[in-house]
């Protein structure tokens, strides 16, 4: 799995429109959800290799599997936004559309 299409259009996307980029990157609320989560998976880890369910990870291992949970999040949150932020853009040019056709055709209407 490569991220680096990905990651370098978004860079370039930062680059060059930053208030937009910071509009849709993770919110400060959404990050501290991320915390949280991050949190849970740590425990989740640590109690899976106490029960023996999986084998005990080394503070390296669990460092790379929580950067990698976390990175996961990011890009989840980061494309949830997009998409709220689509969806604001296509409900208004909907709004603006319906006014302008109801404004222009008051006599069909």
């Known amino acids: 799995m490569s991220v680096c299409p ?5 860079h370039k996307y930062v680059k060059t429109v930053p208030l937009a980029s910071e509009l849709l990157d993770v919110r400060r609320d ?3 959800e991320m915390v ?8 989740r ?4 290799a106490e ?3 999986a ?6 291992e669990t460092w790379w599997a929580l950067r990698h949970k976390a990175l996961e999040m990011r890009d989840e949150w980061r494309l949830n936004n997009r998409s709220a932020f689509a969806n604001i853009w ?3 040019v909907f709004g603006i559309s319906v006014f302008l056709l109801l ?3 008051q006599s069909k209407v």
Request: charged letters at 30%.
């Open 103 to 105: 404004y222009f055709n």
């Open 45 to 48: 880890l640590r109690f899976e």
């Open 90 to 92: 296509s409900d208004m």
């Open 6 to 10: 990905y990651f370098c259009s978004w």
């Open 30 to 32: 959404q990050k501290l």
């Open 55 to 60: 084998p005990p990870l080394s503070e390296e």
């Open 36 to 43: 949280k989560e991050i949190h849970n998976e740590e425990a």
């Open 51 to 53: 029960i023996g369910k």
